[in-house]
């Protein structure tokens, strides 16, 4: 069973930078995982933001590229979302989800369909 809780959301004006961090447990680092952040707003769905599997390859929405980067802890129990230069369209529910036995080449890593476990979400505001 795979448990994700995210935390590190906030407010911040346009232009600052966040890092929530999500926390994973019953995932194994050696296995092969997917991991992704989604964003929903009152006045979208969900979508996809950015995309880590565990052999580091990345993916990214078109609107974050250049600004928000994905990482994970060395023991791969917490996936980082870095968010630098903040817009006020950034405001939103971020939620982190995963699914195991994947890589970037068995997932289309933007339909949240796919994916297994999914956490709370954290609360961001950017204001301007």
């Known amino acids: 069973q795979v448990y994700l809780v995210e935390s590190g959301g906030g407010s911040v004006q346009a232009g600052g930078s966040l890092r929530p961090p999500c926390a994973a447990s019953g995932l194994t680092y050696n296995r092969r995982d997917c991991l992704a952040w989604f964003r929903q707003t009152p006045q979208k769905e969900r979508e996809a933001v950015a995309f880590?599997?565990?052999?580091?390859?990345?993916k990214y929405t078109d609107s974050v590229k250049g600004r928000f980067t994905v990482s994970r802890d060395s023991a791969g129990e917490i996936l980082y979302i870095e968010m630098k230069n903040l817009k006020t369209e950034d405001t939103g529910m971020y939620y982190c989800?995963?699914?195991?036995?994947?890589?970037?080449?068995?997932?289309?890593?933007?339909?949240?369909?796919?994916?297994?476990?999914w956490g709370q979400g954290t609360q961001v505001t950017v204001s301007s």
């Open positions: 880590l599997d565990s052999d580091g390859n990345s």
């Open positions: 989800a995963a699914r195991e036995r994947c890589t970037i080449a068995t997932i289309t890593w933007f339909q949240e369909a796919l994916y297994e476990s």
